[in-house]
């Protein structure tokens, strides 16, 4: 490993440490100041800070390569194709249908088993 990735590894850890300290500083004082301050301020505070620690993490390897994926499963979201109103209709009735038809061939299965363990029981 050269000096260079040693120097970033090292790098992104103590960015990561800083954003983790900023988040337990941030839930901490959140709670800490509950009589003190309105939960607007507290929120906004909160946020803000979390928000900071994020952009923090996100200067490090790790959030780089997270970012990219984030924006690679976003790119493949617009190229799903999602199925018209009427498809998904069609698709319900024929669903519902194919159910209906299937719990009567079972009720009737159920009645025919039924009707022959009757019938075997009722001959000893």
Not at 6 to 15: E, L, M, P
Not at 50 to 61: E, L
Not at 84 to 101: C, M, P, R, S
């Amino acid at each position: 490993m050269t000096v260079a990735k040693q120097t970033n590894v090292g790098t992104d850890i103590a960015k990561l440490v800083l954003a983790i300290a900023l988040l337990v500083l941030a839930i901490f004082g959140y709670h800490y100041y509950e009589s003190a301050y309105l939960l607007i301020y507290r929120l906004l505070a909160l946020v803000l800070v979390v928000g900071i620690a994020g952009f923090i993490s996100s200067q490090t390897a790790g959030g780089r390569s997270f970012w990219q994926f984030a924006g690679d499963a976003r790119a493949e979201m617009r190229k799903v194709s999602y199925p018209t109103t009427a498809e998904t209709t069609q698709t319900t009735l024929v669903i519902a249908v194919l159910v209906l038809i299937a719990s009567i061939l079972l009720w009737l299965i159920d009645l025919g088993l039924s009707w022959m363990i009757k019938q075997l029981l009722s001959i000893g």
